[in-house]
């Protein structure tokens, strides 16, 4: 079989949670498929950065933006200059004009409750309901990352539930508990970073309410004897200005440190060096980082909203999104009880277990075989 893959949101540099999914669960379609030819459609710099790790794995440049008329109207006229018995589109953003066998990715219907700016218009709006009802009714099979995502698709969407498939995220082998307590200093200075800290990381828009957890830590700093300081990391989005305007009106804006994007290499140690990290989103198709925070030892608080409990079960505390106070008193309840954030990390541990990518690329491939 020859299988094609929409890698054109390769790489989690610029694409975060879907970038990385692409990337992880490319490789290890690679180790673990020895059969089957893969071809790869690609923009630059992705592109020129990936080099095939064997002979029946290639990659083909087409430089085509995502969510662009190009996308539309190029993207499956370049697909048609190629032979394959089947593409995987990572995400829901496939031309409405592509008529073969496919599978699809959705990972959260995050864009239809909070559309971002590029969807403000009608039109906008109107074209993306129009590609995701597309993608998903054309598909062969559906892959959703969460059991929530798939209710969140069945509820929006007229989809018999038999063609939805769930397949979990896996977390990366680097993400794992750092110890050396000089490489976490070292790593904590170069982002600015001293004394002990709350984290968050990803991206800075409107659906990971950022400022709910900023008024979080204004009330604990006011209310209790805190010394943390609070890391928000991750690119600032200068088409979301409310998380900024936060910090600035904060008595606290100098507690509160932004380091912007995070390297690969020193995320581990960051969630490793932390004393709790935070989630706070309104809606999280999975959820990934706190899997990853959780990987590294670090207690988390998050959500209860969305794919969250169903992810991280009894391995955290939750709160309520819209109620800051709320968030507040979970995670003062981690940073000032050592027996729970003891409990949490054990717990934390077994629920990990669930989560890795080999298993997630062994029944993605199962999902093609079946399609």
């Not at 896996?170 to 070292?186: P, Q, T």
Request: one cysteine or more; aromatic letters at 12%.
């Amino acid at each position: 079989m020859k299988i094609a893959i929409d890698c054109r949101m390769y790489g989690n540099e610029q694409f975060t949670g879907i970038g990385t999914y692409i990337q992880k669960l490319t490789a290890e379609l690679f180790r673990i498929d020895q059969k089957n030819q893969y071809l790869l459609f690609m923009n630059d710099p992705e592109y020129s950065r990936f080099t095939p790790p064997n002979n029946r794995v290639k990659k083909i440049l087409v430089n085509i933006p995502h969510y662009s008329y190009a996308e539309q109207i190029k993207f499956p006229w370049e697909l048609k200059k190629h032979d394959f018995d089947l593409i995987h589109f990572p995400h829901f953003n496939s031309p409405v004009l592509w008529t073969g066998k496919s599978v699809c990715t959705i990972h959260d219907l995050t864009p239809f409750y909070y559309p971002g700016h590029k969807a403000k218009s009608g039109w906008r709006r109107w074209a993306h309901k129009k590609v995701f009802k597309s993608t998903t009714k054309k598909a062969q099979k559906i892959i959703a990352v969460s059991q929530n995502t798939k209710k969140e698709i069945n509820k929006m969407f007229d989809i018999d539930s038999q063609k939805i498939k769930i397949t979990y995220e896996g977390v990366d082998e680097r993400f794992k508990i750092i110890e050396n307590n000089g490489i976490i200093s070292k790593v904590k200075e170069k982002y600015g970073i001293q004394g002990p800290y709350i984290f968050f990381v990803g991206v800075w828009r409107q659906h990971k309410n950022l400022e709910g957890l900023i008024k979080a830590f204004n009330l604990l700093k006011k209310n209790t004897n805190l010394s943390h300081k609070l890391v928000l990391g991750g690119r600032e989005d200068l088409h979301y200005t409310k998380a900024r305007k936060e910090i600035e009106s904060s008595t606290f804006k100098n507690q509160i440190i932004t380091p912007g994007y995070i390297k690969d290499h020193d995320l581990p140690i960051l969630y490793s060096g932390a004393d709790c990290f935070a989630l706070p989103s309104f809606i999280e198709g999975f959820g990934l980082i706190a899997i990853e925070a959780q990987n590294c030892g670090c207690p988390v608080v998050s959500t209860k909203t969305s794919s969250m409990p169903e992810v991280l079960a009894d391995s955290a505390l939750y709160f309520d999104p819209r109620k800051p106070q709320e968030i507040a008193e979970q995670i003062n309840k981690i940073l000032s009880n050592n027996n729970l954030r003891q409990e949490l990390q054990k717990k934390a541990q077994k629920n990990i277990q669930r989560f890795n990518w080999k298993k997630c690329a062994s029944k993605t491939l199962e999902i093609y075989k079946s399609a």
